[in-house]
């Protein structure tokens, strides 16, 4: 063996050693690769995700400014008589609006003078009031009132509780 061949035997070690790093090193860079485009995967999964939320809470946002609202309960009148006061605190308009008292038709039941009308529409951020002949005697509270209503949110409303002084 003389130093040509010493020294070609060198140099394929060398290169083998080169040519082994050289495919260690593409084996690192490929799994990095791989590591970052399942991370961005799941960024991109993620976001997707939080536009979905934010879609369904504008969503919600715009149902609920469509909505209608009602809620009632028994006041006093100047007159120290009885009203009954239908409010809609929200911010859509109920249309259709139908009202029982104690399963009846409101302008039907027994404490409700006639010749009143009965509100079928009512605003957002309004009230609307009903005389009531209240006595001691026979038509009193507790009264079970029901609402039900139509709005712009295309969602039928309804409301129920009972009236008591």
């Known amino acids: 063996m003389n130093v040509s061949d010493a ?3 060198v140099a394929v070690v060398v290169a083998g050693l080169a040519l082994m790093q ?7 860079v490929a799994k990095a690769a791989r590591e970052a485009n399942d991370l961005l995967a799941r960024q991109v999964a993620l976001q997707d995700r939080l536009t979905q939320i934010e879609q369904s809470r504008e969503h919600a946002k715009l149902i609920q400014s469509l909505q209608a609202v009602i809620r009632a309960g028994l006041c006093r009148t100047e007159r120290r008589s009885w009203c009954l006061s239908v409010t809609n ?9 139908a009202i029982t008292l104690d399963g009846k038709p409101l302008l039907e039941h027994d404490t409700i003078p006639r010749g009143q009308k009965e509100a079928k529409i009512i605003g957002p951020e309004s009230k609307v009031s009903y005389l009531m ?6 038509s009193h509270p507790p009264f079970e009132f029901e609402a039900t209503w139509d709005d ?3 969602q039928q409303g309804r409301y129920g509780t009972t009236l008591t002084f």
């Open 7 to 9: 020294i070609a035997i």
């Open 22 to 28: 050289s495919w260690r090193a593409t084996r690192q």
């Open 89 to 97: 605190t929200g911010q859509g308009t109920a249309h259709n609006v």
């Open 133 to 138: 002949a209240i006595t001691s005697s026979s």
């Open 152 to 154: 712009d949110s295309g």
